[in-house]
């Protein structure tokens, strides 16, 4: 799925929040790619981890752009014609919770208004989840697979506590309604748990892993393959509605062990355990 063999193309995006893994990995790879990228981040001081990017720095521009602050997002947006965006909590905000589902719709509603009052956007990639599609309390009884139709069903994810789900599904659906409402050329990217370098057991996604891994859902996916599937996306103008992207099911127990270690490396024995019933309070 690399994007090397798409037509190359020399216009201006926007990365939105670029200082997580995700969007400092968009960046580069958009870098390299001949794109001027407009790295929008929350806080002034994400703006030293670019400092060794080896690139064109007129093709990079660093701006403040808070989700929840209008003006800033419009300023990040000015002028580029893609966005990718993927949520960043808050710095202060310490774990997902109720609290951050208001929080993660509300700037999902921002941004893609933002985008729909950009004339010169053409389109936009939005990273959601492979939580916003599996959460179902049919999910046992469903004898097809889980597929980009499906959504997580809210009284479920609440019922149990699921913030990560309940926070996607419900800033994606946002997004869908004002982009469709709006005129917003809009695709979704429902990822998988990502690989990347910051793995933590605390992850809000690994909530109901162990259920996950029982029902054969359990899926992950490469950071530079989620790269790679952004840019894709974006640049295959045939390319609409959500994708579910992963390139690893955990379904077998050498799987789950494997995944522990990385996520546990000093636990003493049975790490598996720690990952599948390890559940976020």
Request: glycine share 4%; aromatic share 12%; with cysteine.
């Amino acid at each position: 799925m690399a994007p090397a063999s798409f037509h190359h193309i020399t216009n201006t995006v926007c990365v939105m929040d670029a200082s997580g893994s995700l969007g400092f990995s968009l960046v580069e790879r958009l870098l390299q790619r001949g794109y001027t990228v407009h790295a929008a981040v929350q806080n002034h001081d994400c703006e030293l981890q670019f400092g060794g990017l080896s690139c064109d720095k007129k093709k990079l521009k660093i701006l403040y752009a808070d989700p929840f602050d209008y003006k800033s997002i419009i300023d990040a947006l000015r002028g580029c014609c893609g966005v990718f965006y993927n949520f960043e909590p808050p710095r202060d905000q310490s774990s997902y919770d109720e609290f951050m589902t208001e929080v993660e719709v509300r700037a999902a509603h921002n941004v893609l208004e933002a985008c729909a009052q950009t004339e010169t956007i053409d389109k936009v990639v939005f990273t959601s989840s492979a939580t916003a599609v599996i959460w179902r309390d049919d999910r046992k009884s469903i004898t097809a697979d889980f597929d980009e139709r499906h959504w997580s069903d809210i009284n479920f994810c609440r019922k149990f506590k699921l913030w990560h789900a309940l926070s996607k599904t419900l800033a994606e659906k946002t997004a869908w309604a004002l982009a469709m409402d709006r005129g917003v050329n809009m695709v979704s990217v429902n990822a998988g748990f990502v690989m990347s370098p910051d793995l933590s057991i605390k992850n809000p996604y690994l909530k109901g892993a162990a259920e996950m891994y029982e029902d054969g859902v359990f899926v992950t996916v490469g950071l530079n393959f989620l790269v790679d599937a952004h840019i894709c996306i974006y640049e295959d103008v045939s390319s609409y509605g959500r994708y579910l992207c992963f390139n690893h099911v955990v379904n077998r127990h050498e799987d789950a062990v494997e995944l522990a270690s990385m996520l546990t490396p000093s636990a003493p024995s049975h790490p598996q355990r720690l990952v599948l019933h390890y559940w976020v309070t």
